[in-house]
């Protein structure tokens, strides 16, 4: 990318703010969030009320690459989950957020059928979550959450932008397993996990390994450890750690 990647997550990637060095991406995105809650949100849902809508995108942005619950969000909001949903869904179609699906071919009630939340750019995501600098957003608890948003939306950026529809899902268990995204090719997989790290250790690499249990390993074309490492390495076999904000050239590579 032509920004430092830590800028790029916390400054988002509107062309405006990437062009103009110079330009405070606080005040670009007040502008914009006016310009949208004005404008789209008022036209569209003739909402009675933009600020709770602007409290919604907030309690929104703090779910990013989280599993969405239609109720908790609801009830931290102060309305009713059906609002909720329409509301969620005008996200969506105005380009605000991806929804992200489970991938539970033949597992019954075994695994988690509710979508994962990612804001489309970790910008107005930061924005919307208060912070003022990639320092405090990188300190933060959140900053796994910000890390794995930026992983999966180079991704879907990069297939939209190429005019690709490969199936893309996240795969968990009831039990707790867990990876982040499931590229899906004739029934096997490219397998990606987003670790906000420089070192990945074996602790990261517990949900490609439970997925390889699950399917068998040769199900796996690929796992990635989508992390902040300068350059790929081999971590063990089929699974590689690679730089996150390059995992869209890997997975391109991969499904060739």
Not at 128 to 134: A, E, R, Y
Request: net charge neutral.
């Amino acid at each position: 990318m032509d920004m430092p990647e830590s800028r790029y997550i916390f400054c988002g990637g509107w062309p405006e703010i990437a062009a103009r060095g110079e330009l405070e991406p606080h005040f670009w995105f007040a502008a914009y969030l006016g310009t949208y809650l004005e404008r789209d949100v008022r036209n569209i849902l003739h909402v009675g009320s933009l600020r709770d809508f602007d409290r919604f995108l907030r309690a929104a942005a703090i779910r990013t690459g989280q599993i969405l619950s239609y109720s908790e969000l609801a009830r931290d909001v102060g309305i009713a989950p059906n609002t909720a949903k329409q509301w969620i869904s005008v996200l969506q179609a105005s380009g605000q957020i991806f929804l992200l699906e489970p991938y539970y071919r033949n597992l019954g009630k075994r695994l988690v059928k509710s979508p994962k939340l990612y804001f489309c750019d970790t910008g107005l995501a930061a924005f919307l979550m208060g912070f003022d600098s990639w320092e405090a957003m990188a300190r933060s608890p959140v900053m796994g959450a910000v890390w794995e948003t930026h992983v999966v939306m180079q991704v879907v950026k990069s297939l939209v932008a190429g005019g690709r529809s490969l199936p893309l899902w996240f795969w968990r268990t009831a039990y707790g397993a867990e990876v982040d995204l499931l590229i899906e090719q004739g029934g096997s997989f490219q397998a990606v996990e987003a670790k906000f790290t420089e070192r990945p250790g074996p602790a990261d690499l517990k949900g490609m390994e439970a997925l390889q249990q699950f399917y068998g390993e040769d199900k796996l074309i690929s796992g990635w450890i989508a992390c902040r490492v300068n350059d790929a390495y081999q971590i063990e076999n089929r699974l590689t750690a690679v730089p996150g904000s390059r995992i869209d050239r890997y997975i391109r590579a991969g499904s060739e």
